[in-house]
């Protein structure tokens, strides 16, 4: 399998040259040195991100928090996917260094585990496209760029084929949290939202008003599933350091959706914190 680390996104790639061997299996190496890139790779936020990124000395806002509470509060991840998280995911070009920086891939990890040992429950909110879902009219800018590029493809939403190490499959080393017969897995969200898909119900079924939210990609799946759990009645925390965004000429997404969340979530906590607070809550 070959791959760009320079590709800006697939944003001048049509439909027609999207290479599809992304989308086909992994070989086992492949797959265990992908685990082992991200393992090594990122293990906590630099110093210079959580400089570059602080929070303001003197905060003009209202400094407000979230209380988790047993039986009330889920962890909820977005799109923990080889597309968004590994080098061998079509986003890397973009992604990478801010996933990289913010040490993204074993923070979600560190959640996975606090939650599981604390018999939190935990969903997944993923991000699939189907072939109907490429004959859509129209598209905004990312949903484009998402389709040219093959992002989270799949030959239909019955279909398994060639899933196992795709770019649309789970991060190898979440696999054990994912798969263990007790976390959610959603119906897929299809633009940034839960809107489209069954987060709502799921969490409502279990009792759950409180979610601790983390994942990819932070100004888009991340910041959009904040807001529509908030409009639904949610509190809601965001783990700053389990999520990145891409870096464009248009801007960077986690610097975007870093002041978004100081402004509209009811908490903004860094990994070390949301781990011992989940640990409390057991």
Not at 4 to 17: I, S
Not at 175 to 189: A, L, N, Q, R
Not at 202 to 208: A, H
């Amino acid at each position: 399998m070959t791959h760009d680390h320079d590709h800006q996104c697939g944003c001048d790639v049509t439909p027609e040259r999207v290479d599809m061997a992304r989308r086909r299996l992994m070989s086992g190496a492949a797959i265990a040195a992908a685990a082992a890139v991200a393992g090594s790779a990122t293990s906590a936020a630099t110093d210079e991100a959580r400089a570059l990124y602080a929070d303001p000395a003197e905060p003009g806002l209202p400094q407000v928090d979230m209380t988790i509470e047993k039986g009330r509060t889920a962890l909820v991840v977005t799109d923990p996917q080889v597309d968004f998280l590994s080098e061998q995911g079509v986003t890397w070009g973009v992604v990478g260094e801010s996933v990289t920086e913010q040490g993204t891939v074993d923070n979600i990890e560190r959640l996975f585990a606090a939650a599981k040992s604390a018999g939190m429950p935990v969903f997944i909110s993923p991000h699939y496209y189907y072939p109907h879902d490429h004959k859509w009219q129209f598209e905004g800018t990312l949903e484009k760029t998402m389709h040219a590029i093959g992002m989270f493809d799949r030959p239909g939403p019955l279909n398994l084929e060639n899933f196992q190490g795709s770019g649309a499959d789970w991060m190898p080393q979440y696999k054990k949290y994912i798969e263990d017969g007790e976390t959610v897995i959603c119906s897929p969200h299809k633009v940034y939202s839960p809107a489209q898909n069954d987060l709502n119900l799921q969490l409502r079924k279990r009792g759950i008003d409180k979610v601790i939210l983390a994942g990819m990609s932070a100004n888009l799946c991340t910041q959009a599933h904040l807001y529509e759990l908030l409009e639904l009645g949610f509190e809601v925390a965001v783990v700053r350091d389990a999520t990145a965004g891409a870096k464009v000429p248009e801007g960077d997404g986690y610097l975007a959706a870093i002041i978004n969340f100081r402004m509209v979530a009811n908490g903004v906590w860094w990994t070390d914190d949301a781990v011992a607070r989940i640990a409390q809550s057991a």
